[in-house]
């Protein structure tokens, strides 16, 4: 097995041009996982822990270029606050230890269904991109365009993350996650959500419940038109208990998930609907209070 260890961004680019079935790692909390257990032998793998600008983090006010190698703990620590759902998700990230060194890049690199970074960035809106990159140039990828497949993404084989832009926070966003154990543990389900008033949206994201992380589309257009029609935007009012309910029942439409060693299609189901029932609420309530404290 090769091991590249390049000292720039420049130099990684051309190792993975020269090598493309090099296996990038930073973190490393997934990758020798599947190493140590011989589930993934690659050729060469790509040491990226030199290259500081990959785990560099700006925001311009409108977006926020996060590095791919940033720490779910310095997102956490940092970013709570343009980045509200993705910090909540970085907290439910296996141990301090694994929070410390995994990075969203390594979650996109991997594109596993049960990924924690998935359901935020899908549910942070469609303006998010990956910025992938090669000796060709860099090109920037809609988050929607970005899985392809179970544990497969739309990455070219010369390619690698070297940041996530993400729009700043312009509303409530929260996450929930449901575990065979309150801790350290992979999603049996996961479910992101957003609002954006700014431009009257909603976001939503599902996470281990479908071949790839995907959108409750449905459930957005449904309760897009709901708020519209209504004009809840503007009043903060409560929605209904009918309106909770219907979000709920299209979000676990949506899910495709399968029976495993951690549960049933059935069970993910119900707690997608209660999840999804569940971060509406909380982020509708924050927005009313917001609404009602600036009038």
């Known amino acids: 097995m090769e091991f590249l260890r390049p000292a720039t961004w420049d130099e990684a680019l051309a190792a993975k041009a020269e090598y493309p079935t090099a296996l990038p790692i930073s973190g490393g909390t997934d990758v020798m996982v599947e190493m140590n257990f011989d589930v993934h032998r690659p050729s060469a793998i790509l040491d990226l822990n030199r290259i500081t600008?990959?785990?560099?983090?700006?925001?311009?006010?409108?977006?926020?270029?996060?590095?791919?190698?940033?720490?779910?703990?310095?997102?956490?620590?940092?970013?709570?606050g343009p980045l509200p759902g993705l910090a909540l998700a970085a907290h439910t990230v296996g141990s301090p230890q694994i929070r410390n060194r995994g990075g969203v890049g390594g979650n996109l690199g991997g594109?596993?269904?049960a990924g924690d970074a998935h359901p935020a960035l899908l549910a942070a809106g469609r303006d998010v991109f990956v910025e992938a990159a090669s000796v060709r140039g860099t090109r920037m990828i809609p988050i929607d365009d970005f899985y392809v497949g179970v544990k497969r993404n739309s990455l070219a084989a010369d390619e690698l993350i070297r940041a996530v832009h993400i729009p700043v926070a312009d509303g409530p966003q929260q996450f929930s996650k449901i575990g065979t154990r309150n801790a350290m543990v992979i999603a049996v389900c996961a479910f992101g959500f957003?609002?954006?008033?700014?431009?009257?949206?909603v976001g939503t994201g599902i996470g281990s419940a479908a071949p790839t992380p995907r959108r409750a589309v449905e459930a957005e257009e449904y309760l897009q038109g709901v708020l519209a029609e209504r004009?809840?935007?503007?009043?903060?009012?409560?929605?209904?208990?009918e309106v909770v309910q219907r979000f709920g029942e299209l979000v676990k439409a949506a899910?495709?998930?399968?029976?495993?060693?951690?549960?049933?299609?059935?069970?993910?189901?119900?707690?997608?609907?209660?999840?999804?029932?569940?971060?509406?609420?909380?982020?509708?309530?924050?927005?009313?209070k917001q609404i009602r404290s600036a009038a």
């Open 53 to 80: 600008e990959l785990t560099e983090w700006s925001d311009d006010g409108s977006v926020v270029r996060l590095g791919a190698s940033v720490p779910y703990t310095r997102i956490i620590e940092e970013l709570s």
């Open 111 to 113: 594109a596993s269904p």
């Open 194 to 201: 957003a609002l954006h008033p700014k431009n009257g949206t």
């Open 231 to 241: 004009g809840l935007w503007e009043s903060g009012d409560l929605l209904g208990a």
């Open 255 to 288: 899910a495709s998930p399968i029976d495993d060693v951690r549960g049933t299609a059935d069970y993910r189901r119900h707690s997608l609907a209660v999840m999804a029932r569940r971060t509406l609420t909380w982020c509708w309530n924050d927005y009313g």
